[in-house]
Structure formats: structure tokens, C-alpha cells
């Protein structure tokens, strides 16, 4: 099986959000860009999704989704050898992308005008969820401790109240790029359930985490948390799936499934033929791609983070224990964030995610997607050196 990172595949004109809406929301050239933004790879999936694929084209017929079996039985697997979770296959709950997955979640398990509870800076789209949903976002914003994000346990009772009834969780964080603790989602979680507050936790990016550091499912925690929580989970992130739309909701309580089924019945709900077939294939036979995958990114980061604070005096990388997109700190920086984004768009031509988007504390920040060839970050890391060039002779 050859597997290479290195390749670089065009996915100009292939109605590819990341590069062909290059044009329309940062007036960039796809064809001298780089898109360093959207949350997907830059690399094929395993083998085993082209063949998957493969058949189904030459088979021809596409019609409706049935007998599950095979997807359940993977992602059975899948939690119980790379996260020590084992799970019951009447637990797994297909929801079509993890987005619409708690969408549907905060409509099920509170009202309109209810808080939903986040700690920002985090990823974009539960924001858009709650709001979306009529829902108030509570924001506890993440203390950056030299480098990296904690939360703000001493001024989190004062932030909910009565009508809290959800806390939306990014684990790993998006975009920090932390492994949260054990000892931390304890303490959340313990908060959570005294108060009457459900855990919903998005953890779509549990299989990208560096060595050094584990991922812990806040599910396994205990069974008393386990009873507060739905877990959210997808192949998507790990094996480059984005675009099939797929995932899983993981709901150990009876009472909580049966309630979240009856929303996902209210909606017309039903899974898709690729996206359960793509998922199986990958976690049966991509895991020896992930851990290819994993040192990749890791030098990735590496080259990057030096880069970039080589480049751009006052920059200062985050430290990442997983995910593939760095977030990079420009507080520092004799500039205003403005002029940053100008420059790094404008004269680099490099499309980043602007740090305002994710919530309170991100308005200094911009966030790098490092999951592509290699070849893409050094040329980034050149583009910001020659366009703030004339930053660096004045920092000396």
C-alpha cells in the first residue's frame, strides 16, 4: 500500500469549499493560493475508501441505505481499540455530520431562549448552531497559560444559570489544539451534573492527537457522567471523509436515546449509502494511514511554529497535542491584527481562519490548516517571511 503526503492533487475545480471558494470570500487566485483554512486534508483517504468507492461505481446502483451491521460493528471496533471505550451497537446513533448531529441535539434537550454553555475560543460552527437554534451562547472564555488553554473554573459559576441546560464541548479543542486532562473534565463534568447541565461533546478530532499525550472520552469517566453525556464521533477528520457527511452520536442512557431518536425521526432523518460504507472502510483498514499520518503532521506543525515565529516578530504559535490546525497568537505583534490578516492574505496570499470567528479571545489569532504536503508549509513560511520582512529589521 503506497501512502504519500507528499503528493500534491489538485482539487482545483472539484467543488472543493477550500480552494474553489477561494475566489468569492478572500479574493485569492486558487491557482496561486493557499488555502490554509477549512478543517479538511489535502491528502487522499486509505486505499480502502477508492475501493469502496470503486465498486459502488462500477455496480452502479445507488440506491437506499440498509443493514447497518458492517458500520456498527467498525465503529464498535474502533472506540473499543483506539480509545478504550467499549459501547453496545445500540448506543451508536448515525446522524449526518457532526454539526447537524448536535444541531439536533440542543433542539432535542432545550427550549428557545435556553443557555448553551462553550469555552471560546472554539469552533466556529457551534456558535452558529446555538444562534441558529434560538438558543443563547454562554461564553467562558479559555485562559492562555503560557502557551496553552485552560479553562476558568473560579469564574464558571457565575457565568450559568438555572435556564444552562447544555454544555457544547470541543474535545480535543478546536482550535487550541489541547488534549483536555482527565483530572480536568472531571471537574466539568461533576460542575455539569450539579447543576443539571447535559454534556454534549463533540469529538471529532479524538484520533489526532500526538504522542505524548490521550485523548480520554468523557463518556468513560464514569457512569454517572455517562448518563449526562452524548459523545459525538465521526471519521470524518481522521481519514479526510468531510465530504460524505457522516457520523455518529454515542448515547449510552436509554432515556436520553430515546429522546434524541424521536428528534432525528421528527426531521425526516435517514442515513446516507457512502458515508456509513466510507466510515466502515476506513476504520477496518486505514489505521496503519493514521499512524503514517500522525508523524507527518507533528513535522508539519514543527516547521510551521518555527516558521512562523521566525517570520513574524511577536508571533507565537499554540502548542498543539492534536488536531492539524495551528493557532497562532498575534497579540504580540507591532501591528494591528487587521494589517496582520492583510498581509498575510494580500501579500502572502494565504487564506487563514480570522480568530474573531471563534468567540471571545480569538480576535488576535488566526488559525493554519497544516493538514497538506509539506511542500505547501515551507512555501507559506516563505510567502510570511518575505511579507513581513520589513517587521523583522525593525524588531533588531
Known amino acids: 500500500m503506497t501512502i504519500d503526503f507528499d503528493r500534491e492533487v ?9 480552494w474553489d471558494e477561494l475566489g468569492s470570500r478572500y479574493q485569492l487566485d486558487p491557482a496561486e493560493a493557499l488555502p490554509m ?3 479538511d486534508m489535502d491528502f487522499r483517504p486509505p486505499e480502502a475508501v477508492a475501493e469502496l468507492l470503486q465498486d459502488a461505481a462500477e455496480h452502479g446502483i445507488n440506491g437506499y441505505y440498509g443493514d447497518n451491521e458492517t ?3 467498525a465503529v464498535q471496533s474502533w472506540m473499543a481499540r483506539r480509545h478504550d471505550f467499549p459501547i453496545e451497537k445500540d448506543w451508536i446513533v448515525w446522524v449526518p455530520g457532526i454539526v447537524a448531529g448536535y444541531s439536533m441535539a440542543i433542539q432535542a434537550f432545550s427550549q428557545p431562549g435556553d443557555g448553551v454553555l462553550v469555552f471560546s475560543p472554539v469552533y466556529h460552527a457551534f456558535a452558529r448552531a446555538v444562534h441558529a437554534n434560538g438558543r443563547k451562547l454562554v461564553e467562558s472564555e479559555l485562559i492562555n497559560d503560557n502557551g496553552s488553554y485552560r479553562m476558568d473554573f473560579e469564574r464558571l459559576p457565575e457565568l450559568v444559570d438555572q435556564r444552562t441546560k447544555i454544555l457544547l464541548l470541543c474535545s480535543p479543542h478546536n482550535p487550541g489544539g489541547r488534549v483536555w486532562r482527565e483530572d480536568e473534565l472531571r471537574q466539568l463534568c461533576e460542575f455539569c451534573i450539579e447543576r443539571g447541565i447535559l454534556i454534549i461533546s463533540d469529538e471529532i478530532h479524538q484520533d489526532l492527537v500526538f504522542e505524548g499525550h490521550k485523548h480520554i472520552v468523557t463518556q468513560t469517566l464514569s457512569p454517572e457522567i455517562a448518563k449526562n453525556t452524548i459523545t459525538f464521533v465521526a471519521a470524518s477528520k481522521t481519514f479526510n471523509l468531510a465530504g460524505f457527511m457522516s457520523g455518529s452520536a454515542i448515547i449510552s442512557d436509554d432515556g436520553l436515546r430515546r429522546r434524541y431518536n424521536a428528534q432525528l425521526h421528527a ?3 435517514g442515513a446516507t449509502r457512502l458515508g456509513p460504507l466510507s466510515t466502515a472502510a ?4 486505514g489505521e496503519v494511514w493514521l499512524e503514517k499520518l500522525l508523524p507527518y503532521l507533528k513535522e508539519n506543525e514543527r516547521l510551521l511554529t518555527e516558521g512562523v515565529e521566525a517570520a513574524i516578530a511577536g508571533a507565537k504559535v499554540m502548542q498543539m497535542e492534536a488536531t492539524y490546525l495551528s493557532w497562532v497568537d498575534m497579540s504580540g505583534v507591532d501591528l494591528e491584527i487587521s494589517e496582520i490578516t492583510r498581509r498575510v492574505e494580500r ?6 481562519n480570522h480568530g474573531g470567528a471563534f468567540g471571545k479571545g480569538g480576535e488576535q489569532y488566526l488559525r493554519f490548516n497544516i493538514a497538506c504536503p509539506r511542500s505547501t508549509v515551507i512555501e507559506a513560511v516563505h510567502r510570511l517571511e518575505q511579507a513581513f520582512a520589513d517587521l523583522r529589521k525593525q524588531s533588531r
Open 10 to 18: 489538485s482539487r482545483i475545480n472539484t467543488h472543493s469549499l477550500k
Open 37 to 39: 483554512w477549512v478543517a
Open 71 to 73: 458500520y456498527l460493528t
Open 267 to 269: 426531521c425526516g432523518i
Open 282 to 285: 476506513a476504520y477496518d483498514h
Open 347 to 352: 501579500v502572502a496570499k494565504i487564506a487563514t
